[in-house]
């Protein structure tokens, strides 16, 4: 055993030779370096329009006169412009690897919803994926250069609005809003509904409109408006919460998913197919979707993936295709919904980098064969119910009015024997009696 003994005033500087030496011989746990990310082949992202104006002022709203804002109603708003420059940019800097300097149809595609602020919000997001260069300088006072955006007529958009109707889809929504759980979330917003409808002059009554209540207030308070008293109580919370929540009803089930959002994640995967067997004619680089809040939010619950919150403006998803020095490609998922940088969002059941046929595997439930001839089957099934009772209808009237009838002449018969007197007796004997 060794015993050490100081005596002197050297003894706290050798100490500290002796605990440098023992750090030197102890044996350090190394931290695993991070996983360098494969090459990026393609990119798909969505992302959510800029900043607006609201969509309709509350009656009582003190900032309902337009006098106040900039643009109309709904209306892509300058900061909302800008925001959207600004992401071009910063995807631009993400995508170097992936697009030329110069805009070319077969690096890009660019799809909006077909309503004024998503496709004002590509058009200002392609101004900072695009600044003009060299040959696409066309005029040197501006810097900018007009870049197709797509669109589909809003009722026929199964895609990003997803408001072409889909009988299926209304049939399994009312069914989860007549369930217990949603019956008993509705009613414990009974007192808010009162209150809010006092105070804003209009009827609120579900967690939708709350969410459109929320979205107003939150957009005044952007535009340094100063909200009612009467809010201080409910906003932030607990409005913030039942507008997220509101964001996710529509796909909240499997069944939900697969009829709102699954001919999207649908699309997104076959590109992604497609991309890697070189059957992507033209051979494009980036897929860019300029869509609603309510679009990122159904994407995000039906990759379940979504963590309760209320998508701000811009917010970015990023679905990457990558392949490492080693292996089979992978896709990553990143949400920017900060300033921050991303980070890559654990798929479930597959983590962080997923081989594309494992997400076609986690994913399969969500994904439609048919999405148009599924959406028919409930409302062929609705006929079929309908036909059968109204032919049972008919059966009932039928039979029920047979029996009256006999009922009726009965009745008379009765009745006529009854009032036909002794005469009409007699000859009934007569004729009996020949």
Known sequence: MFIFRCGSSSCPLLLSFLFVVV???????????????????????????????????????????????????????????????????????????????????????????????????????????????????????????PIPVHTVPVELDTLLQTSKFCPAFEQVLKQHERSVEFQAYNQSLESLYR??????????????????????LHIEELHNFTLPEW????????LWEISARAYAMETNTTPLARFKVGPLIKELLTRFEKKLHKKLTPNRSLWVYSVHDI??????????????????????????????????????????????EPEALEIPNCGTR????????????????????????????????????????????AISSITIIVVMLLVLVVYWKQVSGYHNDRWYLCIDGS
């Open 195 to 216: 209150y809010l409808t006092t105070h804003t002059g209009s009827i609120v009554n579900s967690p939708t409109s709350i969410q459109s209540l929320h979205s107003n």
């Open 23 to 145: 750090l030197s011989v102890v044996p350090v746990r190394s931290q695993p370096e991070p996983q360098k990310e494969g090459k990026l082949l393609f990119a798909q992202a969505l992302y959510r329009h800029g900043d607006r104006t609201p969509l309709e002022p509350y009656p009582n709203d003190p900032w309902k006169d337009p006098s106040h804002w900039t643009t109309e109603w709904g209306q892509l708003t300058n900061t909302g412009k800008q925001r959207h420059l600004e992401l071009g940019r910063w995807l631009r800097n993400r995508y170097r690897e992936l697009l030329s300097a110069t805009y070319s149809k077969d690096d890009i595609y660019v799809r909006s919803t077909d309503i004024d602020r998503t496709i004002m919000s590509a058009q200002a997001n392609l101004a900072g994926l695009y600044p003009p260069v060299g040959a696409d300088v066309w005029d040197s006072t501006i810097q900018w250069q």
């Open 295 to 340: 679009t990122i939010v159904n994407l995000l619950n039906g990759l379940r993936l979504f963590d309760l919150h209320n998508p701000p403006f811009a917010a970015c998803l990023m679905l990457e295709l990558r392949q490492p020095s080693s292996g089979k490609p992978y896709i990553s998922i990143y949400y920017k919904n900060t300033t921050a």
């Open 354 to 397: 997923c081989p594309l046929h494992r997400m076609f595997k986690v994913y399969e439930d969500v994904i439609p064969g048919d999405w148009d001839r599924e959406c028919q089957v409930s409302l062929s099934n609705a006929e079929s119910n309908v036909n059968e009772t109204f032919g049972n209808m008919v059966y009932i009237v």
């Open 231 to 238: 809010t201080w109580k409910v906003y932030p919370q607990p």
